[in-house]
């Protein structure tokens, strides 16, 4: 079974980030991703769908800093949960529970979190990309699914 869940999109605040009682750090925040269509008239319409992440310990040390509208990728899964509010009423949520992040904005500086996958030299030049290997194809029967 697989439950994997790939969002690219922009941060709708800053993120919240708190410590639980037994010391282990969450956070949560929004990312907004949008879907353009054109309609039946032809018209282009933009859809946006927000999504509440979740991230633990690590990651959430590391959510913040990011900051209101960042870009960012990230990885995770789905989680719905239940409960009662101070009213008595069910309520349910959907989060992603992320298992990764990556912010893609350009930093100040320069860089925008790719620049460390290119090889220069000391010049700033750059220099002959790592070879490759051909990987004869094959007929998908080797797949486990």
Do not use: C
Not at 23 to 34: D, L, Y
Not at 39 to 45: A, F, I, L, R, S
Not at 74 to 100: C, F, P, Q
């Amino acid at each position: 079974m697989i439950n994997k869940v790939t969002l690219i999109g922009h941060l709708g605040g800053d993120p919240e980030i708190r410590t639980l009682e037994n010391g282990t750090p969450v956070g949560r925040f929004s990312v907004a991703t949008n879907e353009n269509y054109k309609d039946k008239e032809g018209v282009w319409q933009s859809q946006t769908e927000w999504h509440n992440v979740v991230v633990w310990r690590d990651l959430a040390e590391r959510a913040k800093s990011l900051k209101k509208g960042s870009t960012v990728y990230v990885e995770g899964k789905i989680s719905y949960r239940k409960y009662t509010d101070k009213d008595g009423v069910e309520k349910s949520l959907t989060d992603i529970v992320a298992n990764s992040f990556r912010m893609l904005d350009k930093r100040e500086g320069g860089g925008n979190g790719f620049e460390s996958r290119i090889p220069t030299s000391e010049q700033g030049r750059t220099v002959d990309p790592i070879p490759t290997v051909d990987v004869p194809a094959t007929n998908g029967d080797d797949l486990p699914f």
